[in-house]
């Protein structure tokens, strides 16, 4: 049985789109949903950063900005590692020891999220868990991490294309609610 489901596919593909699709159809099949997922921010037409949300709070942070000060830099990004452990690994962390929250969400191990060791190791923490765990990766990101999660049994690397982005998230629902009999 696959418990941990990931996402992958080109930028701009959909990858967040489908998660929140799935989240959704699991929220309602009356499944608590934790962790984090991150969002492009726009001004005027034009991407700016990206925001980390805790899910179950709604708190939210800075992954990264164009006018971020200091941090490690992601093309013309710089990375928040502060706002990356204070509500990315907290969220990831209150989902893994919250007993109501069944799945586990984190979107997505990526270059920037790469930076944090906090994350990387909230990231494997998960996958030592019961809990199913639905997450996003980079489709060219290379690190010890991601060639860790594509070498486990137990994961499901689901690829979004144009031409499967619309309905995969009823194949991932499936996934997840089979994991969630076995866990």
């Known amino acids: ?14 990858k967040t789109t489908v998660l929140l ?26 991407r700016v950063g ?19 000060g200091m941090g490690p830099r992601v093309g013309k990004y710089t990375v928040n590692l502060d706002d990356l452990a204070e509500v990315g690994v907290k969220a990831i962390d209150s989902a893994l020891t919250e007993r109501e929250i069944a799945v586990i969400v984190i979107d997505e191990v990526g270059p920037m999220e790469l930076y944090s060791t906090q994350f990387k190791e909230a990231v494997r923490r998960t996958l030592q868990d019961r809990k199913p765990l639905l997450g996003t990766i980079h489709f060219k990101a290379r690190d010890p ?39």
């Open 21 to 46: 699709r799935s989240i959704k159809a699991l929220e309602d099949m009356g499944h608590r949903v934790g962790g984090m997922i991150s969002r492009e921010l726009r001004e005027s037409g034009v």
């Open 50 to 68: 990206f925001e980390i949300i805790n899910l179950v709070n709604q708190e939210k942070g800075w992954l990264a900005h164009v006018k971020q």
């Open 145 to 183: 991490l991601i060639d860790f999660i594509k070498s486990r049994p137990e994961v499901q690397i689901v690829k979004v294309t144009y031409e499967n982005r619309e309905k995969i998230h009823e194949s991932v629902v499936a996934m997840i609610a089979e994991a969630l009999k076995g866990s």
């Open 1 to 14: 049985m696959k418990k941990f489901v990931f996402l992958t596919g080109q930028p701009g593909i959909g």
